[in-house]
């Protein structure tokens, strides 16, 4: 080839640390639909129920939730039935915890694949965001459906105007997970406990996520008012109390908030997004 003559593109080690290559992304994007396929069949290859699974999980979960939270410990949730309140938390918080479960754990999942061939080493952790919200369509059309009965028996809820925010909350909720995630799988590359800890640290953070409780439960609490702090900064508490409140008017709604999460959210990605690129120049050596 002649020197003057460009390249189409150039692979090459030296590459800017906030690197995401966007039109590379799409020049691999038949490759992204075959991860986001394999992530999908994965999930449940080989089990007895497959993809009801995904209809058991939050199901049993929500019930559970309502016999502890509701009706034992007598939280209240308003307006709303206490167990489509438990199900809109478990919708939103069971995608973030995909999405941060699974890019946690991408270096130490791909290092064969990474090792052999080159591609945008993104698309890893970007097809399990994408084929994550495979599960979120089934958990929302569950939430649907018992939405639709809880109204046909005469409940007073109702969606809001700010119910057109929605796709907007799940793609913040898919960057803050993809972030994190990201981090956390440089982080496993050279420190073996955080693959530990990840599965440990996501359950704990679940109980100061506003999962099954609202926010004003905690203010209210005469006992963890100097507590109130962690769960009303914790963007995963303000967005699932975004998503009942679009759903079911039940929760706090700030614009502002929405704004402090988005922020928060791109800079974790990009932070993550920093570490990933760096680490994956040479944590093959270290895996």
């Not at 399990?128 to 809880?150: E, R, V």
């Not at 905690?218 to 303000?238: D, G, R």
């Not at 039940?250 to 402090?260: P, R, V």
């Amino acid at each position: 080839m002649a020197e003057n003559e460009d390249w189409l593109y150039e692979i090459n080690a030296k590459q800017h640390l906030i690197h995401l290559d966007l039109k590379e992304i799409w020049r691999y994007k038949d490759l992204l639909f075959l991860f986001i396929r394999r992530d999908i069949i994965a999930a449940y290859k080989q089990s007895i129920l497959g993809p009801l699974w995904y209809l058991i999980q939050p199901l049993f979960t929500g019930i559970i939730f309502t016999l502890v939270f509701n009706n034992i410990a007598s939280i209240s949730t308003g307006g709303a039935p206490p167990f489509l309140f438990n199900l809109a938390g478990i919708t939103m918080w069971s995608y973030f915890a995909q999405c941060l479960n699974n890019t946690s754990n991408t270096f130490a999942s791909n290092a064969g694949l990474f090792a052999k061939v080159y591609f945008p080493r993104i698309i890893a952790p970007m097809s399990q965001a994408i084929s994550a919200l495979f599960k979120l369509s089934i958990q929302l059309f569950i939430f649907t459906c018992f939405y639709l009965y809880f109204v046909a028996k005469g409940s007073a809820i109702s969606p809001n105007y700010t119910l057109w925010f929605i796709p907007f909350l799940i793609l913040i909720v898919a960057v803050l997970g993809l972030g994190t995630g990201m981090l956390i799988s440089s982080l496993t590359t050279k420190y073996r406990d955080f693959r530990i800890l990840i599965g440990f640290a996501t359950t704990l953070l679940m109980y100061i996520s506003a999962v099954m409780y609202p926010i004003s439960e905690v203010q209210n609490s005469k006992t963890l008012s100097e507590y109130t702090w962690v769960v009303e900064l914790n963007p995963i508490a303000i967005l699932i109390e975004a998503f009942r409140y679009m759903t079911l008017q039940e929760g706090i709604f700030n614009w502002g908030l929405l704004g402090y999460c988005a922020l928060l959210s791109l800079m974790v990605f990009f932070v993550g997004l920093v570490v990933f690129n760096r680490t994956g120049r040479n944590f093959i050596d270290t895996i």
